[in-house]
């Protein structure tokens, strides 16, 4: 039987637990299908689009609302082209079987906004700030030039990040340090250069003046800190590669 092109690869929308394990419960399938591009991809790199009671399509980031989905991949370029040549609307209307019903047994129309690429953009930025705020209040997060240099020297930093507007040899000088904690002298690797600006992130993380920062990871392999860097990075990943841009390493 064919694949609906919204839905999990496997024969259903979620995958049973293993026989004898401890529970019945369902976890989610991993893979899901681009409905522009019909191929396949982990459910995390993707982006959500969920529709209203009324019919409006609408970005759904965190992948919590109720009812069917749509998968898109985070190309913003790809999803402004499906926009304006009419393939986004016909894959959606497969995708929502046309449009939620209504009491009276009608469905409603399908739409969505001329901005929807600026809304999935704007969805996918407050997700990152989001998960910054949680992961700063989770003790994960580490600010200050002279601070962040020296866990990056010392090998404590799992992901460096700096502000659109960082200066250039401000970047340079921790990102030499995250490479000798790292053991990668001579790579040539740094850190990411967020599409955020210094002040978007002293918002998310309340405190003044934060270009640079980097998530922890703490001596002894904490597995908290582990999962807060590939939290932030997958944030910064969607956003990233939304916008066109390389994620990071």
């Given at each position: 039987m064919r694949t609906p092109h919204n839905e999990c690869v496997s024969s259903d929308i979620t995958e049973k637990s293993p026989p004898g394990s401890d529970s019945g419960s369902e976890r989610p399938c991993a893979t899901r299908k681009c409905v522009l591009c019909g191929e396949s991809f982990p459910r995390e790199e993707l982006i959500r689009l969920a529709i209203s009671p009324d019919g409006e399509v609408l970005p759904d980031p965190q992948g919590k609302a109720p009812g069917r989905g749509a998968w898109i991949a985070p190309d913003r370029a790809a999803l402004e082209t499906a926009m304006a040549d009419g393939h986004l609307k016909k894959a959606l209307l497969r995708a929502f079987k046309g449009g939620p019903a209504?009491?009276?047994?009608?469905?409603?129309?399908?739409?969505?906004?001329?901005?929807?690429?600026?809304?999935?953009?704007?969805?996918?930025?407050?997700?990152?700030?989001?998960?910054?705020?949680?992961?700063?209040?989770?003790?994960?997060?580490?600010?200050?030039?002279?601070?962040?240099?020296?866990?990056?020297?010392?090998?404590?930093?799992?992901?460096?990040?700096?502000?659109?507007?960082?200066?250039?040899?401000?970047?340079?000088?921790?990102?030499?340090?995250?490479?000798?904690?790292?053991?990668?002298?001579?790579?040539?690797?740094?850190?990411?250069?967020?599409?955020?600006?210094?002040?978007?992130?002293?918002?998310?993380?309340?405190?003044?003046?934060?270009?640079?920062?980097?998530?922890?990871?703490?001596?002894?392999?904490?597995?908290?800190?582990?999962?807060?860097?590939?939290?932030?990075?997958?944030?910064?990943?969607?956003?990233?590669?939304?916008?066109?841009?390389?994620?990071?390493?």
């Amino acid at each position: 039987m064919r694949t609906p092109h919204n839905e999990c690869v496997s024969s259903d929308i979620t995958e049973k637990s293993p026989p004898g394990s401890d529970s019945g419960s369902e976890r989610p399938c991993a893979t899901r299908k681009c409905v522009l591009c019909g191929e396949s991809f982990p459910r995390e790199e993707l982006i959500r689009l969920a529709i209203s009671p009324d019919g409006e399509v609408l970005p759904d980031p965190q992948g919590k609302a109720p009812g069917r989905g749509a998968w898109i991949a985070p190309d913003r370029a790809a999803l402004e082209t499906a926009m304006a040549d009419g393939h986004l609307k016909k894959a959606l209307l497969r995708a929502f079987k046309g449009g939620p019903a209504k009491e009276n047994g009608e469905r409603a129309r399908l739409s969505y906004s001329d901005q929807l690429a600026q809304q999935i953009e704007d969805a996918l930025t407050r997700t990152l700030l989001d998960r910054l705020g949680l992961e700063r209040r989770g003790g994960n997060i580490v600010m200050g030039s002279a601070k962040l240099a020296e866990h990056a020297r010392s090998g404590r930093i799992a992901l460096l990040l700096h502000a659109s507007d960082s200066s250039e040899d401000g970047r340079k000088k921790l990102d030499q340090a995250w490479r000798v904690g790292t053991d990668q002298e001579g790579s040539g690797v740094r850190g990411t250069v967020l599409p955020l600006d210094r002040e978007a992130l002293s918002v998310a993380l309340g405190r003044e003046n934060v270009v640079h920062l980097g998530v922890s990871a703490r001596a002894g392999g904490s597995q908290t800190s582990k999962s807060a860097s590939g939290r932030v990075g997958q944030a910064v990943t969607r956003l990233s590669r939304f916008l066109g841009n390389d994620p990071p390493t």
